[in-house]
């Protein structure tokens, strides 16, 4: 079965720095999609990017950009110039090619100190 | 306004009784999904629907039944709410299979006393 684990339950940042963010997933399939949500107080879960499996290039939006190592089956995310927006818990998803439905890991909760 | 929608926002249930969670979206998406939230578990799927009328298990469905007699309905209801399933709901569509993410409605808090 496919899992999806984040190793760092909290993490915290000073504003304006860059923070990293880490998950793992197991999986024995070729054809994936991975993605990670943010999810602010307000409960609301956010797309903040994905990353189709047979694409090299690592996805980037605007402050936001992920390390994707297929061979090592890691999926970070990085945060440039952190602001305090930014304060969230973050998850990270995996999507198989064939199914809908998205696996979580646990989340990490991110703190953006000013 | 488009989107997915649930409601209550909040509810509070006493145990044994049935609850229905509501969820609606008006962008026609083929697929929907109930996801449940605790701490230290992220988010879990109870059930998915791929079209109306056709539903499928997740990883934590006991005490749950879903329908879908509608593509843009998937009420979510509780036969006979256990302290347990206390949580925050969540409801969830897409369109494709491909490389769509999921959009979700903005959850309901469920505690059952």
């Known amino acids: 079965a496919q899992t999806v684990t984040q190793s760092q339950p909290e993490m915290s940042v000073q504003e304006a720095e860059t923070v990293t963010l880490s998950c793992t997933y197991d999986t024995s399939e070729n054809n994936y999609y991975l993605f990670w949500y943010k999810q602010p107080p307000s409960r609301q879960m956010i797309l903040v990017i994905r990353?189709?499996?047979?694409?090299?290039q690592n996805a980037t939006e605007n402050r936001f950009s992920v390390n994707f190592q297929k061979a090592a089956k890691s999926f970070s995310l990085k945060i440039s110039d952190s602001q305090l927006g930014d304060t969230a818990m973050y998850f990270c998803a995996y999507r198989r090619g064939s199914q809908g439905n998205l696996i979580f890991g646990k989340g990490t909760k991110l703190s953006v100190k000013p | 306004d488009a989107g997915i929608t649930q409601s209550p926002r909040y509810k509070i249930t006493e145990t044994g009784r049935q609850v229905t969670l509501m969820c609606h979206q008006t962008?026609?998406?083929?697929?929907m999904f109930w996801y449940r939230q605790d701490l230290g578990h992220g988010l879990r799927l109870i059930y998915y629907s791929a079209a109306a009328d056709i539903t499928d298990k997740g990883e934590v469905p006991d005490g749950y039944v879903v329908s879908r007699s509608k593509t843009e309905n998937f009420p979510l209801t509780l036969e006979s709410a256990t302290r347990s399933q206390t949580s925050v709901y969540f409801c969830?569509?897409?369109?494709?299979?491909?490389?769509?993410?999921?959009?979700f409605g903005n959850g309901t808090r469920l505690t059952v006393t």
């Open positions: 969830a569509s897409t369109p494709y299979l491909v490389d769509s993410p999921l959009h």
């Open positions: 962008w026609s998406h083929s697929y």
């Open positions: 990353q189709e499996a047979y694409k090299q």
